[in-house]
């Protein structure tokens, strides 16, 4: 039996994930997108920062990104990053025990301090 390394959920199988499709789960309070892409899977914040819209996971899959299906923002998959160098969104662990998809996903800290 493997030893699924700490603060990772189980979220999916692998083989219920089409590719390059997203679908939507929820880590205790934390929404996320989770999308197959050429036998990697990726696991990001759901909501767009540009309005707050929790459709991340309907976007399409574009030269490594997701694609905002409100507004056309795009995220890389790996880094989360918006035009390759603004932060954007949250990307999360992704861990695979043979067909069992797990995430470590964290509750993003607000800083009500100016």
Known sequence: ?????????????????????????F???VDIAVFLVDGEIYAVSN???????????DGFIENGCVVCPSHGWEFDLKT??????????????VFID??????KAFEKAVNWNF
């Open 1 to 25: 039996m493997t030893q699924i390394p700490d603060g990772f959920k189980k979220i999916c199988k692998k083989s219920n994930l089409k590719d390059r499709q997203g679908k939507r789960y």
């Open 27 to 29: 880590v205790e309070d």
């Open 47 to 57: 909501v767009c920062p540009h309005q707050h819209a929790a459709v991340l996971y």
């Open 80 to 93: 989360g990053k918006q035009g390759g160098v603004r932060k954007g969104i949250d990307t999360y662990e």
């Open 98 to 103: 043979n067909d069992d998809v797990y995430v």
